[in-house]
Structures are given as C-alpha cells and as structure tokens.
C-alpha cells in the first residue's frame, strides 16, 4: 500500500443565490449575498495502514493573507498549507541557557557525591532546541519513546518528565537515581517528527566534533575542567583561570565548569571541593588524578 500524508480541504456547501426580479415585475433588483461553509482537515495514512481523519466546520479560509508588515495565517489547518520537506533537527549551539543545554561533548567536572559514598550528584536533565516545533513519531505519547537514553557504559539515567510547554524547546528531566554513569558517555536521543511529518534525521553516532541532528552526547568525569577527556594539574589551573576572569569558556556558561557543588553559584568553597576531588577526600568518593572516559564519545 502506498503510504504519505495527505492533506484535503473541502468545501462543502456553497450557496450562491442572486435574484432579480424581471422585467415586467419592475426595475428594483433585490441579491442575497453569497457565503460559504467551509471544512478542512487532513487525512493521513500512518505506518500500519491505517487512516486518521482530522476535520473542522465553519473555519476561515486556510490561505496565507500578507500585508505591508504582517501575514495572517487563516484557518485551523493553515499550517498544513505551509509544509516543505525539510526533517527538524536539535539546534547545536552554546549550551546558554534557552539554547540546547548542555552542549553536545560537554564533560561534567563538578561533585559526584554529597557524602563520599553514593553516586547522587550528576546533571539532572537537558534541554533540547528543534528547529521548529516538534511531536514523538508514530502518534507515541512524550515519554521513553520519544526520548532515548543510552550510556557507553553502566545503568543511563532514567527519563522522568518532559516538559514540551515552550516547544520546540523540550525540557528533559532525569530521575535521582540512577545518575549518569562516572566515566561514561550518556546520549540523549529524540525519535520525533516536525508538525508536516517530517521525521529527524537518525545518522548514527558519528563522533567528536561532529553536528548530529538528533542527538547529545555528555561524559561525567569530575575535576576535568580542562574537559580534556583525563584529569590532571592543568585542571586546577584552568579552573583557577575560570573563577578570576582569566579564560572564558567559548560554549555553556562559567559555572558549568566552576560550580562544583552544584548549587548555583561559584564561592571558595567550590575551589575546596575541587581540591577534595583531586585527592580522593569526601565528599569525593576516589581521587579522581589520572581518570579518563572508559569510552570514546560515540
């Protein structure tokens, strides 16, 4: 069976009426004015076969109406009159907030651990920028469907709510337990279509410094400022080079490097934090001087 998406407006009732009065009934002319009652909606043909019909009464005509400044879109269904075919993608860009955060190959160097003994610190969620609005493929609900987790390595985190409020900014929240795995890559992918249909591009893992449309990639490695993928002296240094205005990193914000206790803001305590990190003293569960990514960034 052929399969597509359709999109079908329909008039379904015209009624044009103009009377006149002939000849002999005198020179008066009387006119209703004619008027419509439109429909309009869809009609698509899923995956299995089946067929979805999305219908209105009485909408205004779905046609774009320019003017000097603005363009009004008419009728429910005017978005389907604009489709093209171009697939969304997740909009790599600073990892700034309101942008996709955090940015793909960002390595977490901040605390693992509050007491020194359980892993219960970690990034707790990502936003993700489409380029236009978004929804799960298939008809599937926002959930594990739409948006998948994966590790190179031990359990990934578990999605526990999506926030698709701002779409197509997608807020993606992690549960407390498990946190992304020490030493490991978590990718974070999105199965979903543009409003048209058009699916998002799935390429694969394709590595480091490589643009992929459909998902982020982020290693927790602590006490890698540098994010040089191992930790060493030079960290401490950078991370000193951060918190007195000496470097600024080119992508997330300041803090994503110097805030080690996670808690917003960047006093001394976080620079002590550090030093306990690269020691081995709690509230780190290990030195963590010579630790590298078990795995390389998918």
Known sequence: M?????????????????????????????????????TGGIVSIEGTGEYQLSGTAGQYDAVLLPGEAYELAGGFWANRCTCDQTPPMILHEAGMPGETR????????????????????????????????????????????????????????????IDVADNPLIEVAFAESPRPPLN?????????????????????NLGPAEVEP??????????????????????????????NGLFEPTLGT??????????????????????QLIIGQPPSTRSWVGQTANNPQP
């Open 102 to 161: 955090p940015h793909s190959g960002y390595i977490d160097p901040r605390s693992e651990s509050t007491g020194g003994v359980s892993l219960d610190l970690g990034l707790d969620g990502v936003d993700l920028v489409f380029s236009e609005p978004v929804r799960p493929q298939n008809g599937a609900d926002w959930g594990e469907q739409a948006i998948v987790i994966t590790a190179t390595g031990g359990d990934p985190p578990e999605v526990v709510t």
């Open 214 to 243: 459909d998902r982020i990639d982020f290693l927790f490695l602590p006490a890698d400022i540098d994010q040089s993928g191992a930790v060493g002296p030079l960290d401490l240094f950078r991370y000193r080079q951060i918190v």
């Open 254 to 275: 300041a803090g994503d490097y110097a805030d080690i206790s996670r808690d917003g803001v960047v006093t001394p305590i976080d620079l002590l934090l550090l030093r």
């Open 184 to 204: 490991e890559w978590t990718t974070v992918t999105a199965i979903v279509e543009d409003l048209c249909g058009n699916r998002i591009v799935n390429q694969g």
């Open 2 to 38: 052929r399969q597509g998406t359709w999109s079908l407006g329909l008039a379904c009732l015209v009624v044009v009426l103009n009377a006149e009065r002939s000849a002999a009934d005198g020179d008066a002319a009387y006119s209703v004015s004619w008027y419509t009652v439109d």
